[in-house]
């Protein structure tokens, strides 16, 4: 078992709906959780970080998390075209002082 | 304000050949990382370090090595290149005392023919 799965992609949305990332993680050392999104060819860029049970929004973003179920996931609302990129799920151990990134969701989202 | 710099940006290699990746970092970061990332996959980390003089072998950490003199340089080494080591490699790093968050370099796209 991977330590930090995503739902297996590709998603495709069209234009101003809601898109729905998952990621499932193992290892309950990790406290924080981030997503990345990362642009073809491009280097990941953070856009959520979460560390306590809930939800927590930024702009057309939310973030949810739910420890007890080792659940993190990404809400996208009124997706643009330029929302179309890979989203990569993260695990930090603060204790480990490490990351440890699932392989990744790539969105389209269609005109 | 640099932040994270990878040089090269892109490399080829031949088989048995060595090289260095080099990564600096301005942000007075004490925690970084040597990430790779194969097409389609996510993030592997190669060796990461959380200050100067201290490493430490992340999830694949065979056939390459690192060292950390400072604070803001931390060199990735490739000895005798090999196929399996054509991919892309991100440094990144993160504040001591922070959260985990990430800030990464441009990456270097390395192949080996």
């Known amino acids: 078992q991977k330590e930090v799965e995503q739902n297996s992609g590709p998603l495709s949305v069209p234009e101003g709906a809601i898109a729905s990332l998952n990621c499932t993680y193992s290892?309950?050392?990790?406290?924080?959780f981030f997503w990345y999104r990362q642009y073809s060819g491009k280097s990941p860029e953070l856009i959520m970080s979460i560390y306590s049970n809930g939800d927590k929004e930024d702009g057309r973003f939310t973030a949810q998390l739910n420890k007890a179920s080792q659940y993190v996931s990404l809400l996208i609302r009124d997706s643009q075209p330029s929302d179309s990129a890979t989203y990569l799920c993260a695990a930090y151990n603060t204790n480990a002082g490490k990351s440890t990134f699932g392989d990744g969701t790539t969105l389209t989202v269609k005109p | 304000n640099a932040g994270v710099t990878q040089t090269p940006k892109f490399r080829i290699l031949k088989i048995g050949q060595s090289m260095t990746l080099q990564c600096t970092q301005d942000m007075n970061h004490n925690y970084m990382y040597w990430y790779r990332q194969d097409p389609g996959m996510g993030l592997k980390l190669i060796y990461y370090s959380v200050g100067a003089g201290i490493t430490d072998k992340g999830e694949v950490p065979n056939g390459y090595n690192v060292s950390r003199s400072t604070t803001e340089d931390f060199p990735l080494r490739l000895e005798l290149a090999a196929p399996s080591q054509t991919s892309v490699y991100f440094c990144?790093?993160?504040?001591?005392?922070?959260?985990?968050?990430?800030?990464f370099g441009e990456g270097s796209r390395l192949t080996v023919l």
């Open positions: 990144a790093s993160s504040p001591r005392g922070g959260t985990g968050e990430l800030f």
């Open positions: 290892d309950r050392g990790s406290q924080s």
